[in-house]
């Protein structure tokens, strides 16, 4: 009798943890069921909101809140299978690969998080086409997602029962021959690096450098080189390294293209410069093309080998190079019929030789040389 009351207190037991194994698991499907819906219906309300974080929020953390409620969920199940057998080193186990797996489940949302961030900022920014950096978001983005590596790394290590301490001292170690090794890689990261806080430029500037021959749009900057494409369509590849050490013009950022121009005149026409320089300004005052905020200079400059000189000087409202060309064209030829209308002539390059004395006399018979004789 007191053998089968055991019995049944054994099934009775045997039961209760099942049911109670059973109880969470569905309990823990209809909570991640739940959650499902709710944040099925969260996102079309924020595709109704004018900011776009909520949906990166939302679109971010679906896998990994739902995948969170099975981690604890397993580690309930874990406990009581725990008062069970009574197995301290399984539920230890248990919880510290729940424990790794919560860390996972948060760097995959925070990895993701920032991928839709930056994607949905790039895509929004172009659509409304204002000015944004698609480099300097790109950047920030793969940093963030490299933090969240390393931190998430850092954290299993340490749950896993690694020595922090030693591993950030043998990673101290391991850099500084990584970094001999690789000297001219790690310069060419930091070069990129710089390249990406600075911004000395960006993708689809215009960039020369007076120190290296280098000239042409900038089409894409990684952490190792930077590709530009030359006005002849090679592709250069520059180490990032590079860019430290030379002086880079970014002729894409100029505010204005400058026109300097010397026009000279002959010597016969000193008497029409005054009005000439009086006509060509007030031209230059009058364009649509030229910005008179800017300095204008409009002066007879001085005596040149075979020209009266006049320095036109100014700026263009436009930085567009084709435009440019256009209004200086405009210019020279307006300039040019200023000049005729004064009478005056554009000067070319000559020379004039003055002698002291006439040399169509011959010479007197006594001091005509002897003609040589073979």
Do not use: C
Not at 100 to 106: A, Q
Not at 156 to 182: K, N, P, R, S
Not at 205 to 218: F, H, M, Y
Not at 286 to 309: K, R
């Amino acid at each position: 009798m007191n053998e089968l009351a055991q019995r049944l207190q054994q099934a009775v037991g045997m039961d209760l943890w099942l049911v109670t194994l059973l109880a969470i698991g569905s309990l823990t499907l209809l909570v991640n069921q739940g959650v499902r819906l709710l944040l099925r219906q969260a996102a079309r309300w924020a595709q109704t909101t004018t900011t776009h974080w909520d949906e990166a929020l939302l679109n971010a953390a679906s896998k990994p809140l739902r995948l969170i409620l099975w981690l604890v969920s397993l580690g309930w199940m874990a406990r009581v299978l725990n008062t069970h057998w009574a197995e301290p080193e399984l539920l230890a186990d248990a919880l510290q690969w729940r424990n790794i797996g919560i860390v996972i489940s948060v760097a995959w949302f925070l990895w993701h998080l920032v991928g839709e961030v930056t994607q949905t900022t790039i895509q929004r920014r172009i659509r409304e086409g204002g000015d944004f950096d698609v480099t300097t978001a790109t950047a920030l983005s793969k940093l963030v997602r490299l933090l969240v590596f390393v931190v998430a790394t850092i954290t299993i290590a340490h749950t896993l029962g690694f020595q922090i301490g030693g591993l950030l001292a043998l990673g101290g170690v391991g850099g500084i021959a990584v970094g001999l090794a690789a000297r001219d890689l790690l310069a060419n990261f930091f070069g990129g690096l710089t390249i990406y806080l600075d911004r000395p430029f960006s993708v689809g500037d215009w960039i020369r450098s007076p120190d290296k021959s280098i000239e042409g749009t900038v089409e894409y900057i990684s952490w190792r080189h930077t590709r530009i494409r030359a006005f002849n369509k090679n592709p250069i590849y520059v180490p990032n390294a590079v860019f430290t050490t030379i002086v880079v013009e970014n002729p894409s950022r100029m505010s204005h293209r400058r026109l300097k121009e010397t026009v000279g005149l002959r010597y016969g026409d000193f008497a029409q410069v005054e009005g000439v320089v009086a006509d060509i300004k007030a031209m230059l005052m009058a364009h649509e093309g030229i910005d008179i905020s800017q300095t204008l200079i409009v002066n007879f400059t001085g005596f040149g080998a075979s020209s009266l000189d006049i320095l036109v000087y100014g700026f263009t409202k436009t930085t567009v190079w084709v435009e440019f060309h256009a209004i200086k064209k405009d210019v020279l030829l307006r300039i040019g019929r200023i000049v005729a209308a004064h009478g005056a002539e554009i000067a070319f390059s000559t020379q004039t030789l003055h002698l002291a004395g006439s040399t169509s006399d011959p010479l007197p018979d006594a001091e005509v040389p002897p003609r040589a004789t073979p």
